[in-house]
């Protein structure tokens, strides 16, 4: 799979972007990103759950703390993770030489870093390569950006949502890195996203934690969480207007905005999957609650058996329902209906006989595989792929 | 991988075997064994934790609680799982034809079924398959059980240990099948062991327990748990004295000979990968309990990114640490001392600078990786393999 970005559409009011090549990548490959506003920001961040944080989150998450910043940088090819305290200064070098570059209050640059763990950062690389960065900043410099943040992605992720805010037009802009659950790598996800809309950093947090929930926390990227994996929201306010405030429906246009821009960045990162032949979305409905609709979902989609099945386009229900088994919820066994692409294999735990009918409409590349626990009213939907290699080949038809 | 088992070596008092093809399986590969022994035997079982649970499990638990049993009937090439009241029904329908045909009591036969998912069981093939079994069953039947209980397995699993419990000679005998973690299928994990150990009905369940979970469950087979998954161990008597009883020298001497076999069967299923190029075992210590360094031991297992790095002979120590990172212990990063094959390449969570000695040492097809957490006294230790598929090779070279 491979897709090129559109220059013109990747464009955000008041905000600039770059990517070059450093040399932290061999073969002159962009390596080094920066995105800069040409005023202070809103800003809040998502960061990983793993214990073992990288330089970059550490410092990140005490640069929030400040009210406003500017942009960020970003570095692939080296994670600055176990790479101790002195990963920490190196990573703070890295942001004040980007701030006396550019001009900036101390504190307005934000980091990331994606690549191998415990080789220190090469800093020098970085502070040779900003005076080239700043020269190659633009308003269409986004494909760019979202090029070097890149490591074994397949493809460069960015999109743009716009819409209305109360009675003004925004514009959300995000782009992302990560490649799916089949190429076990650093497993870094990056997403950074900017808008110019006007609005207060308790607000943004909110609405960026709810996107994030129903879309880089919806997907089956990996069973590894990194130590590097960063969600940042830039809000610049030059789209004018009063604050969006919390509780009014303002806010919710732009949770629904955000939301919509990072499912689509999460379905990039889940096409992104070498080998890989379908893209699925798993629906959960009936479970006692979401957050047991979620642990379903979340159980189905990292089931190897269950993705090797969608691979060999066999409506093998049974391993759908044995992966809901180990989900640790409440299930009734003899409720549960499977649908997948519309065709209902089973009905209250038991075959329909439709799996051949099943297994014809699963050629499509996409496959929806929904399930009904008839319990209660709790919902959930969940991205996955095929585990679609030539390894699995021989366990996808064994039933054959 | 492929290995021949000893049909002399795998003999236990007073216990016969067999196995033969009932037509279940396609070209007359055998798919049905048989294990009794000459008189009733103390039996206990551990079974799976899933929640949707397989028809022979389901009945299983219910023939445990009669006091003895004779023996067990194992299908390969059906699992009798999510085949509802019907499935249940078949499955008695086996044990109580076996019964009749070998003259025992009702509720003196086992089973056990392995195979797809959610189809009949076919019970006419088994029954009409009965006298064959029958005439079949042997002192030497063990490596023809072995191979009848097989679905993806590449190799037939069984092994025997012989030892002192007082001043008796005892021996155990065990079966085992399922593969792994790299050949995502059924991957139901069956164990059946046979002893002539005279022993109580708790004390073996307790030994039992304490065997599973340094065996069988620390193993990264896979991150499904199936609707099968069944050990079970018969104790005959026949090797005479007195019964073995809790609290005495005599039960620890049994468990620890049952912990050996059930650890060497559970590292042929490990050792039974397909592609996969490594056998790791993974120490943990130091960790504030032993809980908690069984958490470390398996999220290091269990992780693709730990996994592509042996793969790729990598000692690349920051996946390691990264994997303990997200297995909710406590952890303190930059104590952390990662050792591969004896070399010590992070110390305190800082690189030694000794990856290309430990490259060197990661040649070997066996690699032990120790981490020594240094936070207080608690281990672990796990077995697993690489995840060595072309499909990873990009990733693994990575660095390179």
Redo the contacts between chains.
Sequence with gaps: MSKKLSKTKLKCKGFIAAGVSSGIKKGAKKDLALILSEVPCTVAGVFT?????AAPVVNDIKRLKRSKVRGIIVNSGN?N??T?ASGVADDWAVSIAAEKALDLDKGGMLTASTG????PLPVDKITLALPRLQTALTKDGFADAAEAIM??DAFPKANSVKGKVGALDVTLLGLAKGAGM??????TMLAFIVTDVNIGRAELKGALRSAVDASFNSICV??????NDTVLVLANGMAGGMEVTSGGTAIKAFTRLLTELCVKLARMIVEDG??ATKFVEVRVKGALSDKEARKAAKAIS????V??AFFGEDP????I??????AGIH?D??KVDIILNGICV?RN???TGKEKDAAWAMQEREIVAEVNLKCGKGSAVFWTTD?G????K??SE??T
Excluded: F
């Design positions: 759950r793993n214990k073992v944080r994670a993770a176990c101790g191998v763990i415990g080789v490591t074994t089949i190429r076990p790598d650093m497993a990996d069973n590894d969480t990194s130590t070498e080998g990292e089931s190897m058996l993705k090797t093998n229900w049974g391993r329902l044995a992966a809901i088994g180990m299930l066994q003899e089973a735990g038991i075959d585990l290699h030539d390894y699995v021989i366990n064994y039933r």
